[in-house]
């Protein structure tokens, strides 16, 4: 590599190796044009990441725990190592458009005030994640988000601050907190304000982070370029030990930032802990079942010749579909017409190169109905990547 490395891309990965993959083959398409590095942090995977990823991702810096340091310790290894002008924390679970990055570069460069940028984020069935944008998490903030007030007016400003869902989601706005799965991060800004916070083992890190880039006379951007975001396929969100986590994050937040507040916070906290986790063994889980639909009816987005192919793997995967039908992409008029008609469907599998991953996003935002899972099939990993697998 010569010349001044633009941007380091920092992934911090603990047992999702073909989730992995396929954000490394994402990435690979997205930094053509820019002068990059990328790191991969593996911290003690027993799936074997490495081993597997390492021969298939030469141009690739893996970076082997022999523990688990913590996500915010991994972050700032590679950190530590990288040399570019502009630094990308990115979540091992997530898919990148081809044109997102040069973007973002040309953004922070037309910017110099700019410390952070964060995206819109999807989930695996095309729905907006609302941590994309967020606000700081001041005692009242949380306040109404632990209790449920966010949810109950969620297009207060009064109530529903922590997550800004009043600020039109395709628009760019001035936000206070970004999200660590995707955050683009200016080298100079993290020279005057520190690396991350190594107190927060995992959640909490990209607040504290956001936090002290403001203070250090900086803003942060909120910026509506899309990104898929499978939302924790690490972790089990509705369980005892992640709300223990998240919540003790927030409490190490508080301690921090408003000592004052430390003991009420801490049995706020431990109340709404409490209360979820008694909500989570009552309800999550029957209300989890309900809301799984049967893959009934699939449609494979690809080109005409490939559909024998990924019909085979579909049906390999999940033998109980009905029906597989092909939106045949020799015919372009379909994926432009194609958004709003696919209500039949219970799933949709993309099959890559056909369709490039710019177009997979933009499909699954388009698309209206937000029930549909979404699945990518990689011709070079022969694997169908899905939500929740």
Not at 95 to 110: K, R
Not at 174 to 203: N, P
Request: with cysteine; hydrophobic share 40%; proline share 3%.
């Amino acid at each position: 590599m010569t010349g001044q490395v633009q941007l380091s891309i920092i992934i911090v990965n603990y047992n999702v190796k073909y989730f992995l993959e396929q954000c490394l083959y994402s990435v690979r398409a997205a930094v053509e044009g820019l002068v990059t590095e990328i790191f991969v942090v593996d911290n003690h995977s027993a799936d074997g990441s490495i081993e597997y990823l390492q021969p298939k991702f030469p141009e690739v810096i893996f970076i082997e725990n022999k523990d688990n340091p913590g996500f915010s310790k991994a972050n700032n290894q590679a950190i530590l190592q990288s040399r570019g002008e502009y630094v990308l924390l990115l979540n091992p679970d997530t898919v990148i458009g081809e044109h997102i990055l040069q973007h973002l570069y040309a953004f922070m460069s037309d910017h110099p005030e700019a410390g952070g940028v964060g995206v819109k984020m999807l989930d695996g069935h095309g729905r907006f994640l609302a941590e994309s944008k967020r606000s700081y998490p001041s005692p009242w903030i949380s306040f109404c988000k632990l209790f449920g007030l966010s949810k109950l007016f969620p297009r207060s400003k009064r109530f529903s601050a922590y997550s800004l869902l009043y600020l039109n989601e395709n628009e760019l706005h001035q936000v206070d907190v970004l999200s660590g799965a995707f955050m683009l991060l200016r080298r100079e800004a993290l020279d005057k304000v520190g690396l991350l916070d190594e107190t927060f083992f995992m959640y909490g890190e990209d607040i504290d982070l956001s936090y002290r880039i403001v203070l250090g006379g900086y803003k942060n951007y909120y910026i509506p370029e899309r990104i898929l975001h499978y939302k924790g396929e690490s972790t089990k969100r509705g369980d005892k030990k992640f709300l223990t986590a998240f919540y003790g994050a927030m409490l190490i937040f508080y301690k921090k930032y408003y000592p004052q507040s430390g003991k009420l916070m801490s049995g706020l906290i431990r109340m709404s802990i409490a209360l979820r986790s008694a909500y989570s063994a009552l309800f999550e889980k029957a209300k989890q079942k309900k809301a799984i639909a049967k893959h009934c009816r699939l449609l494979v987005v690809s080109l005409e010749e490939h559909f024998d192919e990924a019909k085979n793997v579909v049906h390999e995967k999940m033998p109980e579909l009905l029906s597989v039908d092909l939106l045949n992409l020799n015919e372009p008029q379909d994926i432009n017409t194609g958004y709003n008609e696919v209500k039949e469907y219970t799933d949709i599998a993309f099959y890559y190169p056909d369709i490039s991953f710019y177009q997979m996003l933009a499909f699954m935002d388009n698309t209206k109905d937000k029930k549909i899972t979404y699945h990518i099939y990689h011709n070079k990993s022969g694997r169908l990547i899905s939500s929740g697998q």
